[in-house]
Structure formats: structure tokens, C-alpha cells
């Protein structure tokens, strides 16, 4: 447990940090709101419509597939982490979950959704 | 390296490694031959089936995957209703599936190795992924029609339900091991009877533990009170995965159950383990599942929602030979669920034949069908009365056995309600039968059935009759799976 | 002491934002909210010395679910308005049932496992490493291989949902061409 009171005093120090900038920033800075300072920037023009637009939908599709191969990373991790031990078994066991995977990967490919249109 | 008895797993990799086959064979041809992927398909199962005779009995990766009697029998099932619905989906596939036709297969596929694996289960972690694998890919292809709003609300209804009950039955298997502190399912129950006479009771948190995982269970299974999701489910996803979904995952579910509570949680089905009795508890929800199911299926006018509803009825009556937990009780659950998969899957066959022709559902759109197609129409009446279990069909032997269970385990009131209710659902299963033949006539129906269709019919009716009439080996082989839990 | 403390802090705010998550009408401030609970509840299994569990949620949730979510919401331009509707009494009455029977039964749970006795015999011992990768790894790849393997192909079929369902059909027509 004890190893990871560095981790928290780090993340105390970084929050800190941040903090203490703005404290600074709203110390020196000039205070003078109005309300076009609020509009979305668009190169000194008015802006015009919503800046909520429709997404294309293959970036999901891209996230969906970056989900599987985050989880799969997360499974490569321990894996990586323990290899030495683990040996020449573990080798081939993770060679055929890649395996898999990669057939899914070639699946993804050959029906043309990693391709931007 | 330990023995891990890889020689046991090969009808499941060949599966598996079929399913890629599948889907990268129809990617190579640009989907220009639905056919042959299909039978490709069927071809396939066939032959894990035959890998299977060749391949079976042992423990494999410390007791996590068993190829005993109980999972082979069940194999063959989950196997069975893969080639049924395959072989039922050939129009479907040529006419509404233009994209995606080999990944249709290969879920089903997916689905049916999920449902194996499951089978084989002796680990809380195997049969959960087991479980997974099964409805994951059944989420996908309820929504398969992807124009269709009713498919994708049935589709998306299912992945919620479906991810919501697997998180029920999540916490609940995560109580079970910290209670006893093994996934494995032997030493499960053996730690469990030890903490409980240790600690005088184990009290709530078993408790939680049984509904928990009965309430995962019972969404899957579509056991009142979880049944909800299932006739717009049922109804929305095309009909060949509907009739897999009440076949072969209804399937899956039931030896689900039977490792977890008739194996696991074997010391607690007993009403002296009050409040712990789960043998109780999942009698009142059979009873509750009869009544719900057979009095909705008398007002329903679209064939497939009919079907779901006696779906949730006939759970019921599998369930009490389930609270038997005794030879027969295990045989009996075993044998209903294999004449089931003859009748249900013939009885969709059907439905699914009539809507690629008329492109109805409904019941009254079947009036007057014995006069343009009388096989069919034979057929049909056949299923449905199997489903009602009028002898001499297998329907009739396989209700008997499960009561009789029902009777030697004590729930004579339950086998009492079991058999009035049967009387209730005679009568919706007859309306579709007096539709049929004693309506006026209606001369435009002519059914067009592919040869596949046709293999699927006549081996529905086939084993109905011969079941029926000459139950021994099956019923037989049913007992023996018992075996598994020591009776 | 230090131990309480950081546990606490943590606590609060991992059930602080879980609150806070289901009071906001603006979707996206929701997954913002989720984001802060489930780093949180890292914190809690890092305590726990559940090392990997910790990081398996930072990496998978908030990395990963968390920007899909972002990304339904951005697709179907959902805004405060599509949200929270009027609720009826009735659903609002069964909602505090739910949370409170499911909060009782939590009780139920804890006041058992905390009395020291009734659990002594079934308190397993921990082993020194245990929760950290190399543990983690050991079971995985040695006793839980089976079910480890088992997870590809679940993955697999999560790939092939998600070209099956999101793929747009019009797009394919053209790759045919």
C-alpha cells in the first residue's frame, strides 16, 4: 500500500498545481465580460445553426472495434507482465487468442469498414 | 504441462473454426451463393455431431470443461435446433437478407458453440462465459432485419434485458464464490454444506445468492416473472432465431440450471432448508409460468407471439420436473426438452414457411391451408399437438414423465395445476388446427417450401412420431444423464 | 489512518458522482460524472490491493465505454430536452422501493460478513501478492486458461456484431460496385 502514497502525493501536487494557476491567472487578469465573448469562435463572423452536428456514424464503428482491442490489451498486459514465469505455454496460448482476434480484424477489413469514406 | 484432455473440445473447435469457415468463405464469394453457404452450414453441424459420437466422455482443464452424459445429451439438442433453424432460414436469407448472409450463419453457429461450451460447464466462470457466448450473438441476429422497426426494437429490447439479467446473475455467482470460495461447481457444493453446518444457517446472503442467480436464470429461461421481454422479443427477430432462441438457448438455460442448482446447490432444494428452499421458490414461478403463459397464449392473434407465450408455459411445465431433483425429475426435464425441440422448431418451420410465402403472421391469414397445402397443414397439426401432448405423438410422453416426477417428488398440487392448465392450451393450439381446416377456404395461399424446409419438416414430424411411439432409448439416455448429479 | 482517510475520500466521491450522474439532465455532464465515480472506485480497489482491477477500470471504462457513450450521445444529438421527461408517481414510488430493498438487502449482507465469528472458518487467507498483475496473471493464464480462451471468441462475435449493426448498407452497395 505503502508504494502508492507516492502516487497520491503526486496526484495532490498535480491538482495543486493547476489550481494555484488559476488562483494566479484570476489575480492579474482583467475582468471584463460582454456577451459576445460567449458565441462560438468563427473567424470573426456571427456564427450561424448549431455547433451540435450529426457525427458520421463510422467513427463508432472505429470505437466499437477500438473497444475490443482495448479489452484485449488489458488481457495482454498481465500477460506481458508475467511472461517470465509463465513461459513457453503462455506463448502459444495468448498466440491463439491473438489469432482470433486478428481473424476478426481481417473480417473488419475485408468488409471495407476500416476503409473512410 | 498438465493434461488438458484437448481430444474432448474437438467437436466445439470444429465448430468454431466451421463458423470462420462460413463467414470467410461468403466474404471470398462476395455473397453470390446463399445456398451453398446454408448447406454448407448444415453440412457442418452434421459433422460436429458426428466429431461429438467420436469425442466424448472425460474431464478436460481441471474439471472446467466435463463431457459427461449430461452434456452431450443437451449437445445434441442445442445441436439439433442449429440444424433446424439453419435449415428453415433459406428463404429468409435469399429474399430479406441481402448483406451479411454468412455472418447470419456464422452467429448461429457462435451461438451454438456458446451453448456447448455452456453444456460442458463444471466452473462459475466457464458457464458464464458459456452463457454469453450463447446470447450474444442471439442479440445481434434478433436485430437482423435492420430496416425493420419491429426487429430492431426486438433486438435491442433482448441486449438489455440480456445485459441487465447477466449482471444479475453475475452478482449472484460472485455471492455463491465468496460464500464458498471456489468457482469450481463440486467444490462448490461441498464448501457450502461445510459453511453451513459450521455456522449454524449461512442465512441472507445465500439467499441473495439463490434469487440472484434464479432471476439470471429465469430471463434467460423466459420464467414468469421474467418473461416480459419475450413475446415482443419473440415476435420482432426473424422467425428460424426465434425459434433457436426458444429451442436452443431455452435449452442452454435449463442446463444452466440444472449445474448450478441441481448440482451446486444440490443440499438446498429441500423445503427443511427453509428460507433457503429453492426447490419451493422455483415451484410457485413454474406454477405462475403455466398460469401466465397458457391464459395469455388464448388471446393472442399473431402465431409467433402465440408460440412465445405457450413458450413460457412450456417452461413451466419443464420446470416441474426441475423441483423433482431426483432421477426421473432430471430424465424427465431431459426427454421434454428433446421432444420440444422436434415440435417447437417444426412448428416455426412452418410459420416461417407461411410468412415468406404470405408474408403474414397472423392467425387468421392460416384459414383454409389444408385445402392448398395439405402436407404442410398435416404437419403443423402434428407439431401442435405434440406441444398440447396428445398421444400417441412424443408431446404426450414427455409431459407424463415430468409429472410423474413431479408426483414422486411430493408437488402433487403442482402436477394438478400443470394438468388443468394442459387443458387451457389445448384449446389455442386446436384454434390454429380448426383455422386450418375448417375455415372457409382462401384460395391464394400456395406454399413454396425450399428442399432444406422440407428436410427440416419431415425430420420434426419423424422424430415426434417415432419418439412417441418407441420412447425407450431416448428416455433411456435421459436417465442416464442424471448420473452426472449422483442419483 | 491514512488508509481511512484516503478510503473515505474516495468513497465519498465515487457515490457523490454516482449520485450526481443520474441528477443531471444533460447527457453529457452524466458520463462526465461516471468518469470522476469510476476513477474513484479505482482508488477503492487499489485499497483493496486489487492493483489490476483498479487499473482494468481505468483503461477499459473510462478510456474506452466511456468515449463510446460520449459517441452514442453525440450520434443521436441527444441534448437535456430528450431526457427526463415527467415521471409518474407510480414509477417514481417503485424507483425508491428498488433502491431502498436493494439497499436493505446490501445491509443484510455486510452486518453478516462483518461479524468476525460467524465468518472465522470461511475467511480464506490471502496470499502476500495477492491482486497484483503477476497473481493475476498465474490464475489467468495457468488455471483459467479455458475460460480465458473463451473470451476471444466473445470478442470475436462483439466485432462481427458491430460491423453487422453499424455498418451502413448503402456504403456496401458501393464497395460491391
Known amino acids: ?117 | 504441462m498438465p493434461d488438458y484432455n484437448l481430444r474432448l473440445i474437438i467437436p466445439e473447435i470444429f465448430l468454431f473454426l466451421w463458423a470462420l469457415f462460413i463467414i470467410a468463405f461468403d466474404l471470398g464469394t462476395k455473397r453470390k451463393n446463399p445456398k451453398l453457404i446454408g448447406y454448407l452450414t448444415m453440412g457442418g453441424i452434421a459433422a460436429t455431431a458426428v466429431l461429438l459420437y467420436l469425442y466424448h466422455g472425460g474431464i478436460s482443464f481441471n474439471n472446467m470443461f466435463k463431457s459427461d452424459p449430461l452434456a452431450l445429451f443437451f449437445k445434441v439438442i442445442f445441436l439439433g435446433s442449429a440444424f433446424m433453424a439453419v435449415g428453415s432460414s433459406f428463404d429468409i436469407i435469399a429474399q430479406k437478407i441481402k448483406n451479411h448472409r454468412g455472418e447470419f450463419f456464422g452467429l448461429v453457429l457462435f451461438s451454438t458453440v456458446g451453448m456447448m461450451f455452456l453444456a460442458s460447464a463444471g466452473e462459475l466462470i466457464s458457464l458464464y462465459i458459456g452463457l454469453e457466448l450463447t446470447t450474444i450473438p442471439l442479440f445481434i441476429l434478433a436485430a437482423y432485419y435492420k430496416d425493420d422497426r419491429i426487429s430492431v426494437e426486438a433486438g435491442l429490447k433482448y441486449l438489455v434485458i440480456g445485459a441487465f439479467s447477466s449482471a444479475i446473475l453475475l452478482y449472484g455467482l460472485s455471492l455463491l464464490y465468496g460464500l464458498s470460495g471456489t468457482t469450481d461447481i463440486v467444490m462448490m457444493k461441498i464448501n457450502l454444506a461445510l459453511l453451513y453446518l459450521n455456522t449454524n444457517g449461512i442465512g441472507w446472503a445465500l439467499l441473495m445468492a439463490i434469487v440472484m442467480v434464479l432471476a439470471g436464470i429465469g430471463f434467460k429461461l423466459a420464467l414468469v416473472p421474467f418473461h416480459m421481454w419475450a413475446p415482443d422479443v419473440y415476435q420482432g427477430a426473424p422467425t428460424p432465431i426465434t425459434a433457436l432462441l426458444s429451442v436452443g438457448s431455452k435449452a442452454a438455460g435449463v442446463v444452466a440450471f440444472m449445474r448450478i442448482f441441481i448440482d451446486g446447490l444440490y443440499g438446498f432444494a429441500d423445503a427443511v432448508m427453509f428460507p433457503l428452499d429453492w426447490g419451493n421458490i422455483v415451484a410457485v414461478l413454474a406454477a405462475a409460468a403455466m398460469i401466465l403463459g397458457n391464459i395469455s397464449a388464448l388471446r393472442q392473434k399473431n402465431i409467433k407471439r402465440m408460440l412465445a407465450y405457450s413458450s413460457i408455459a412450456q417452461i413451466g411445465y419443464v420446470m416441474v420436473g426441475m423441483v423433482a431433483v431426483s432421477e426421473l425429475g432430471v430424465g424427465s426435464v431431459g426427454y421434454y426438452m428433446f421432444i420440444y425441440l422436434f415440435a417447437n422448431m417444426g412448428a416455426f418451420a412452418v410459420a416461417t414457411i407461411f410468412n415468406d410465402n404470405t408474408g403474414s403472421d397472423s392467425i387468421a391469414s392460416y384459414a383454409g391451408l389444408s385445402k392448398s397445402s395439405p402436407m404442410i397443414s398435416a404437419f403443423m397439426a402434428i407439431f401442435l399437438l405434440s406441444l398440447a401432448g396428445i398421444p400417441p405423438l412424443a408431446g404426450f410422453a414427455a409431459k407424463f414423465f415430468v409429472f410423474a416426477a413431479g408426483i414422486q417428488a411430493g408437488y402433487t398440487w403442482l402436477v394438478i395445476l400443470a394438468l388443468l392448465t394442459a387443458v387451457v392450451s389445448l384449446y389455442y393450439y386446436a384454434n390454429v388446427i380448426k383455422m386450418m381446416y375448417f375455415a372457409p377456404d382462401n384460395p391464394t395461399i400456395k406454399l413454396n417450401t425450399p428442399l432444406s424446409a422440407n428436410i427440416v419438416l419431415i425430420i420434426g414430424v419423424a422424430g415426434l412420431i417415432i419418439f412417441g411411439v418407441y420412447p425407450e432409448p431416448i428416455l433411456n439416455f435421459a436417465l442416464d444423464t442424471a448420473r452426472v448429479f449422483g442419483f | 489512518m491514512l488508509d481511512l482517510i484516503i478510503f473515505y475520500f474516495a468513497a465519498v466521491i465515487a457515490v457523490g458522482a454516482a449520485v450526481m450522474m443520474i441528477m443531471q439532465r444533460n447527457p453529457v455532464a452524466s458520463v462526465l460524472y461516471l468518469v470522476v465515480s469510476l476513477v474513484a472506485q479505482a482508488i477503492l480497489y487499489v485499497q483493496l490491493n486489487a492493483l489490476f482491477v483498479g487499473a482494468l477500470l481505468i483503461i477499459i471504462y473510462t478510456g474506452a465505454i466511456l468515449v463510446l457513450f460520449l459517441f452514442v450521445i453525440m450520434l443521436l444529438n441527444l441534448r437535456g430536452e430528450h431526457f427526463g421527461g415527467k415521471q409518474s408517481r407510480m414509477g417514481r414510488a417503485s424507483k425508491i422501493a428498488i433502491t431502498v430493498i436493494l439497499f436493505a438487502e446490501m445491509v443484510a449482507i455486510f452486518k453478516q460478513v462483518a461479524i468476525p465469528e460467524r465468518i472465522g472458518t470461511q475467511a480464506a487467507a490471502v496470499a502476500e501478492d495477492f491482486g497484483s498483475v503477476e497473481m493475476v496473471a498465474s490464475h489467468l493464464f495457468k488455471e483459467y486458461l479455458y475460460p480465458f480462451e473463451l473470451t476471444s471468441i466473445l470478442l470475436l462475435v462483439a466485432i462481427v456484431g458491430a460491423v453487422v449493426l453499424a455498418k451502413r448498407d448503402k456504403t456496401e452497395k458501393m464497395e460491391d460496385a
Request: hydrophobic content about 60%; overall charge neutral; proline content about 3%.
Open chain 1, 1 to 117: 500500500m505503502d508504494q502508492y502514497l507516492s502516487v497520491l502525493i503526486f496526484l495532490l501536487v498535480g491538482v495543486g498545481i493547476v489550481l494555484f494557476t488559476f488562483f494566479i491567472a484570476r489575480l492579474i487578469r482583467p475582468h471584463n465580460p460582454y456577451k459576445e465573448k460567449n458565441q462560438t469562435y468563427e473567424c470573426a463572423e456571427a456564427p450561424v445553426g448549431n455547433s451540435w452536428v450529426k457525427f458520421n456514424n463510422h467513427f463508432y464503428i472505429f470505437a466499437l472495434i477500438f473497444v475490443v482491442f482495448d479489452v484485449e490489451a488489458v488481457f495482454l498486459f498481465p500477460w506481458a507482465v508475467a511472461f517470465g514465469q509463465l513461459g513457453l505455454f503462455a506463448l502459444v496460448e495468448m498466440i491463439i487468442f491473438i489469432a482470433i482476434l486478428v481473424f476478426g480484424l481481417y473480417y473488419a477489413w475485408k468488409k471495407g469498414v476500416l476503409k473512410w469514406v
